[in-house]
């Protein structure tokens, strides 16, 4: 299967992630009404063709992935086991290091309303705002 990659050119390996590891990422306050995460904090960027970017916690902690984030403050950061991310439909990981991130990780598939909503029941936040 041939799946999109990060644009950045990387010297790290591709490796495959364990179901039992955890992913990190950030949610901006935006997606955050009353504390509670929005369906639509979870998206593909730049566009809907590429994945949704996530740390993977062999190589991050949650600080490090707020601390990527702009202004960090502006940020919570969640978790999302591997294993319940695959089993929600059309959603593969992919660990897409690059230079500046060797824990970087995309979630590629269509962030239907389905889905979004499904990613929403399986997050814990581990960093509120």
Same mark, same amino acid.
């Given at each position: ?10 010297? +790290?390996?591709?490796?495959? *992630? ?5 992913? +990190? ?22 566009? /809907? ?6 740390? +993977? ?20 950061? *969640? ?18 290091? *690059? /230079? ?30």
């Amino acid at each position: 299967m041939d799946l999109p990659m990060a644009d950045e050119v990387s010297s +790290w390996a591709s490796e495959e *992630i364990p179901n039992d590891d955890y992913l +990190w990422m950030r949610v901006h306050k935006n997606d955050l009404p009353n504390g509670d995460i929005a369906p639509g904090a979870f998206k593909n960027r730049p566009t /809907t063709k590429d994945g949704m970017s996530t740390d +993977w916690e062999k190589y991050a902690t949650p600080q490090k992935t707020r601390n990527r984030g702009r202004i960090p403050t502006d940020n919570a950061v *969640i978790r999302l086991r591997v294993g319940e991310v695959r089993e929600i439909p059309d959603q593969t990981v992919v660990h897409t290091p *690059i /230079t500046s991130n060797r824990a970087h990780t995309d979630v590629f598939g269509d962030k239907h309303p389905q889905a979004r909503v499904l990613l929403t029941r399986i997050c814990k936040i581990v960093i509120p705002l």
